[in-house]
Nanobody, 121 residues
Framework: QLEESGGGSVHAGESLTLSCTASDRSFRHYVKGWFRQAPGKKREFVAA????????KYADSVKGRFTISRDNDKNTATLQMNNLKTEDTAVYYCGADAHDATMEGAWFGFWGQGTQVTVNG
């Protein structure tokens, strides 16, 4: 029901844009967001956006570098990642959930399969 795209391999300081497309129309009114999981580490919150688009939240580690946005007509969410660092290397997962608690980093109820982002020094 959620499909990510846009991952790849870049050098530090470069940019990538991740996209998440939802197939379920009800997700247009869900919080959408991104988590990531680096090798040997737990999956961690990256960013979230309220279904209205009026509120966004970011992990401290990506504030000022990443921007989340959404297009409810297309039922998509986008994560623009600038000034990437080697520590951003991870599998990035798109999530969606009806509960606003997910804006604060709570676990999403629906997940995509993930897309690999590799940042080389």
């Amino acid at each position: 029901q959620l499909e990510e795209s846009g991952g790849g391999s870049v050098h530090a300081g470069e940019s990538l844009t991740l996209s998440c497309t939802a197939s379920d129309r009800s997700f247009r009114h869900y919080v959408k967001g991104w988590f990531r999981q680096a090798p040997g580490k737990k999956r961690e919150f990256v960013a979230a956006i309220h279904w209205t688009g009026d509120e966004t939240k970011y992990a401290d580690s990506v504030k000022g570098r990443f921007t989340i946005s959404r297009d409810n007509d297309k039922n998509t969410a986008t994560l623009q990642m600038n000034n990437l660092k080697t520590e951003d290397t991870a599998v990035y997962y798109c999530g969606a959930d009806a509960h606003d608690a997910t804006m604060e980093g709570a676990w999403f109820g629906f997940w995509g399969q993930g897309t690999q982002v590799t940042v080389n020094g």
